[in-house]
């Protein structure tokens, strides 16, 4: 049973946000929100997690809703790199296992 | 740090022969797993280990077998290699949980399996 639900695909300017919207609405108390993406056929890369707070890094932020139903990465100024396939993965928080969907393929215009 | 190191990158089989992947980590991780890839799907885990001497299935581990005696490397062999096993094979690991303050799993280049 998937735990999460992406769009299949979504496009975006360079040097605009890109905002993906992630669904998980069964989602348990004890379990966390993590974001991966992997870029062409690489190995998959980890962007950021967060239980219910907003949370900030480097690389990109995660809004999760008050109700933890739903979040959103905010990769605030795409570049052509940040081209990839972006998973949304909903983890139990004494569970090293990660269960990945078939994610959101994101293409950055020029 | 090497990372998470995988070999061989690129492997051609055929139908009923038995190979090793290798999988080496140097970070001195306690978790270590196996996932493959099939074309446009996400990844679906193989086997994992919690640590050395420490097994156990995941979602598809029907024809693959693994074992750790030590902590850093997790071989995934092929017993008898089918079509359907053609896939990418990713190993990833990561610290104990609680260790870190993300959690995260870090990843190896992937190993491309063809069975014909």
């Known amino acids: 049973d998937a735990k999460t639900t992406q769009p299949p695909s979504m496009d975006c300017a360079e040097g605009r946000a890109a905002n993906l919207p992630c669904n998980h609405s069964?989602?348990?108390?004890?379990?966390?929100v993590y974001w991966y993406r992997q870029i062409h056929s690489q190995g998959p890369q980890y962007i950021i997690h967060g239980l219910k707070n907003n949370e900030t890094n480097e690389m990109a932020s995660l809004i999760i809703t008050e109700d933890r139903k739903s979040s959103t990465l905010i990769l605030p100024h795409a570049t052509l790199r940040d081209t990839a396939v972006y998973y949304c993965?909903?983890?139990?928080?004494?569970?090293?296992?990660?269960?990945f969907g078939a994610g959101t393929t994101v293409t950055v215009r020029a | 740090n090497a990372g998470v190191t995988q070999t061989p990158k690129f492997q051609v089989l055929k139908t009923g022969q038995s190979m090793t992947l290798q999988c080496a980590q140097d970070?001195?991780?306690?978790?270590m797993s196996w996932y493959r890839q099939d074309p446009g799907m996400g990844l679906r885990l193989i086997h994992y280990s919690v640590g050395a001497g420490i097994t156990d299935q995941g979602e598809v581990p029907n024809g693959y077998n693994v074992s750790r005696s030590t902590t850093e490397d997790f071989p995934l062999r092929l017993l008898s290699a089918a079509p359907s096993q053609t896939s990418v094979y990713f190993c990833a690991s990561s610290y104990r949980l609680g260790q870190t303050n993300t959690g995260e799993l870090f990843f190896g280049e992937g190993s491309r399996l063809t069975v014909l």
């Open positions: 970070m001195n991780h306690e978790y």
């Open positions: 069964t989602i348990s108390g004890n379990e966390y």
């Open positions: 993965i909903v983890r139990v928080a004494n569970d090293y296992k990660l269960s």
